[in-house]
């Protein structure tokens, strides 16, 4: 089973819709979690960190259930520019702080 | 501006001959790292540092070599690249151990490396 996973898509949704990705985990001692966002053949870039209590930045929230080893990212009112892969992240302690990524869910947002 | 610098971006080279990418970042963070990405795979880390003079392999070191002789300089160097060695490398830097509050990584532009 791979440490973090994630369906690769492709989402295909209208405008204004509203999208989630789920992403799993496997080390039940994972301690941080974050979603980046990556465009086509450009650099990860931070969307958002993932607190326990959940969070909510504009048209995103992210949750994290700890219980069933899940985060999630829910876009509300989906714009063109959301066109993207999401990354989901997963940072766990061990010798050094482990950072692992997951392979990235393909978002597209049609007119 | 804060960033993690890159070079190159493109780079198309024959197998076995000696390359080294460099990576450089502007924001005094301790840690710095090599990821490779390609299809199907994610990002894969290569190596990382937490600190000047102290690297240590990731999950996907063979083939690659690392130093950190100053903090704001981490580059990749490939002793004798092979096919396999194509792919999209990112250079990333953070404050603290791995990803740290919200700030998390800073990316750099990526290098796409093509070995024939």
């Known amino acids: ?111 | 501006e804060a960033q993690v610098t890159q070079n190159p971006r493109y780079l198309i080279t024959v197998t076995g001959k000696k390359l080294t990418v460099t990576c450089s970042q502007n924001m005094n963070h301790e840690y710095m790292s090599w990821y490779r990405q390609d299809p199907g795979l994610g990002l894969r880390q290569i190596y990382y540092s937490m600190n000047v003079e102290v690297t240590d392999k990731g999950d996907v070191p063979e083939g690659y070599k690392v130093s950190r002789k100053e903090k704001r300089n981490f580059p990749l160097i490939l002793e004798s690249p092979s096919p396999n060695q194509t792919s999209l490398y990112f250079c990333a830097s953070s404050s603290g151990q791995g990803l740290y509050g919200d700030r998390g990584y800073t990316f750099g532009s990526g290098t796409r490396l093509t070995v024939v």
């Open chain 1, 1 to 111: 089973r791979k440490e973090v996973e994630q369906d690769p898509g492709p989402f295909n949704v209208p405008e204004g819709a509203t999208v989630a990705f789920n992403c799993t985990y496997s080390n039940s001692a994972s301690q941080s979690f974050f979603w980046y966002r990556q465009d086509c053949r450009k650099e990860p870039k931070l969307l958002m960190s993932v607190y326990s209590s959940g969070n909510e930045d504009g048209r995103f929230t992210a949750q994290l259930n700890r219980a069933s080893q899940y985060i999630s990212l829910l876009i509300r009112d989906s714009k063109l520019s959301d066109s993207a892969t999401y990354l989901c992240v997963v940072k766990s302690l061990g010798g050094y702080q482990k950072v692992t990524f997951g392979t990235g869910t393909k978002l597209q947002v049609i007119p």
